[in-house]
Structure formats: C-alpha cells, structure tokens
C-alpha cells in the first residue's frame, strides 16, 4: 500500500500543470528609440509587436497617452503631442489591437508635468507646482481646481474619441514628502481654520490625490497604477490606494511590485492582499528585470499561489526586445510554470521518490532477512 501510494503520489506531481485562466496586461510607451518616427516603419512594427503579445497570451495593451514630461500620444485640445510624431498614435493602436483581439486601456499621467523639473505648463502656471522634499518639482498640486479641470478633460476627450475598454491613472501622487503646495494650503485653511503647521497628520491626509478625481463619471473600467506597499503609499507618496478601493472610486489598482528578490517580491503581494479586494488587485511585475524562469516565478506567485485575477507585466518594450520573456508569459498561461517556478513540485516530486526508495530498500532487507533465516534453519535441521 505505502509502494502503490508513493508510486501514485510521484505520478500525480509530475502530470499536474497547474494551468489557471487568468489576465495578462502589459504597459506600453513609444517615447523609446525602439519605436521609429516614420508611419509605415511604426505601423509595420506595431502589427508585428501586437500579433506577438496575442501569440504569448496577452490580453491588453495598457497604452501611454500622457507621459511624465507632458506630452501626448494623441489628439488633444489640451496637451501637444509629442514632438517624436505627427499622426494620432492612439487610434492607430486601438486599430491595430482590435485586429489582434486585444482590448486597449489608455493610461494618463496625471500629475507629473514634468517630473524631475517643471515642464512647459508649470513654467506657464507655477503657483500649482508643489515643492517635494526630494528635489523633484515637476509635479502639480491636486487640489488646484484648474488642473483638476484640465485632467478631467483630458481623460474625457480619450473615452469619448476613442473605442477603449477604459483607463488608468498613473502617477496619480505626489513624489515623496510634500514640503510646499500653495493651493493645497489655501483650500486647508478655508475648510478646516487652520493651517499646515497647525496640524501636520491632517495635512497629510487633506491632501491625499484621489479623491480630486472621484467625480469622474464613466462606465469604463477605471484604475491607477500604485505603489506596492499600500501602508508606505499612503505614507511616502500621499497616494492612500486601499481608501480608493474600498470607496470603489477605482474598478480596480495595478500595483507596482517590482522586485528582482524573489521574497521581496512575495512581502509585497502579501501586503496587498491583506489591504484590498483580491478581485480588484493586479500585481504589477518588473519583467526588464527578471530572467524568463524568474518572470515565471512571480506570475505563479500571483495567480495560482495567491488566487489573484491577473498580472500587468512592465514594459512592452522589454518582452519585444527579448523572446525568452515572452515565451515565458506564453508557458504560464499554458500552465507550464516548470520546477523552477516553485520548489514545492520539486519537493513533494523528491519526497515521493524518497519514500519510494525508502520502501523497496526495506523490502529487501526484510526480504533477505527472511532468507538468512530459512538458511539457518536448513542448517540446524
């Protein structure tokens, strides 16, 4: 009985695959030199790239349409498009999409107009610029009613022009620690009598970013792209994610857990799904990064392990410039997670074997046993 169980226990852990539909996103950009400036050259590699992120399984493009610096990959009365093109990069990628079978979440930056150092629009409009403690001042202050105005009306004019499956917030925070913001401090001391050094904690909170944006109102799915941690997010970035959630003014957060370390990797996932609905959570994974069994690794971590709908894998760029990943996202979705991906297959495979051995060795022994015995009884009869 212990041999046929061993036997059937080792059968049954090599044959499983441990295959599970689940969501593949991916972010796209075209700010890099991968992707030409001349149309036809840019439309050949765009259906080429498309048709190779469908073969590996992939589900979505999520598409850049505002970047860090301010620019836009469309046409928009309120931001200029990139000075790398001249045509509507957007509806060419909703095209081409459709085409593959992908649906397209455009993603906006939202307050970095500039990032590191204010661009353009912030040199217009300084008062709505915040000044962070780590020296990155290209980011606005949201509670500034004229560019909240001027976001909403960004994120309207992409959901109204164009046949999108919905949206995503990036950078929908602030750099770090907020050393002065002028509007925000203005609209404090209106509602609340006091001021920031009045009250620090309550500062902090007044402050948080999304709650600027609540009012908008569509039936797209609508999420942000937020930091790993929820408790240090709320903390470090202003940007209190788990609230978004569970006010259900985001469908869902795509979380930006990139890790090389496979344990850090695994903190965070476990953090966040203590702080939000595992049907509203989307790990992010830093693909550039990782080796193909690495990348394996953590999407199994996500999806079977831990019972997450999905993964967003960043960025498009990586998985096109190197086939391994991609093969790697293709072998997941078929289930192929190989031993490398988890050592309990490993172990449990290894267990099994040992107790195999274990036991045929002990039949033997008893075995031999009881013919020294039967010898020696010959010999004393």
């Known amino acids: 009985m212990l041999l046929t169980s061993a036997i059937r226990t080792t059968l049954s852990a090599s044959g499983s695959s441990g295959k599970k539909s689940f969501y593949v996103g991916v972010w796209l950009g075209m700010y890099s030199d991968y992707w030409p400036s001349e149309k036809t050259e840019w439309l050949r590699k765009v259906d080429e790239a498309f048709k190779s992120f469908r073969e590996a399984g992939i589900d979505a493009i999520y598409f850049l349409v505002k970047d860090p610096w301010g620019y836009v990959y469309y046409e928009s009365k309120y931001a200029p498009l990139s000075e ?17 079978g992908l649906q397209v979440y455009p993603y906006v930056n939202a307050l970095a107009e500039g990032e590191t150092q204010p661009n353009f629009y912030l040199k217009e409009h300084p008062d709505l610029a915040v ?36 949206l995503q917030l990036d950078r929908i925070r602030m750099p770090g620690p907020v050393i002065r913001a002028k509007a925000s401090e203005k609209l404090y001391t209106e509602t609340t ?19 600027k944006v609540k009012s908008i109102d ?19 970035q202003l940007q209190d994610w788990k609230k978004w959630v569970e006010e259900g003014w985001v469908d869902y957060v795509c979380t930006m857990a990139y890790a090389q370390g496979f344990y850090t990797f695994k903190a965070y996932v476990d953090e966040e799904k203590e702080a939000c609905e595992p049907g509203k959570l989307y790990v992010g994974i830093g693909a550039w990064q990782l080796s193909a069994s690495e990348l394996k690794k ?31 996202v293709k072998e997941a979705k078929e289930g192929k997670f190989g031993e490398d991906s988890s ?31 039967n010898v020696s009884l010959k010999k004393a009869y």
């Open 343 to 373: 050592s309990f297959p490993f172990m449990l495979s290894a267990s099994s074997a040992t107790i195999l051995l274990c036991t045929t060795l002990f039949l033997l022994h008893l075995h031999g046993k009881k013919r020294r015995k």
């Open 131 to 166: 000044s962070s403690a780590n020296g990155e001042n290209g980011w606005v202050d949201p509670s500034s009613g004229e560019y909240v105005n001027r976001l909403i009306s960004i994120v309207e004019e992409i959901v109204s022009n164009y046949d999108v499956d919905g």
């Open 218 to 236: 569509m039936s797209l799915r609508l999420s942000a792209a937020v930091f790993p941690s929820p408790s240090n997010a709320a903390l470090n």
């Open 193 to 211: 009598g006091l001021t920031p050094a009045n009250d620090e904690k309550k500062w902090q909170e007044f402050v948080r970013v999304f709650e």
């Open 298 to 328: 953590q999407i199994k971590y996500v999806v079977v392990d831990s019972g997450l709908p999905g993964v967003l894998l960043f960025n498009g760029d990586s998985l096109l410039s190197n086939t391994e990943l991609l093969n790697a």
């Open 84 to 100: 790398k093109y001249s045509w509507d990069l957007l509806r060419e990628v909703v095209a081409k999409a459709r085409e593959h």
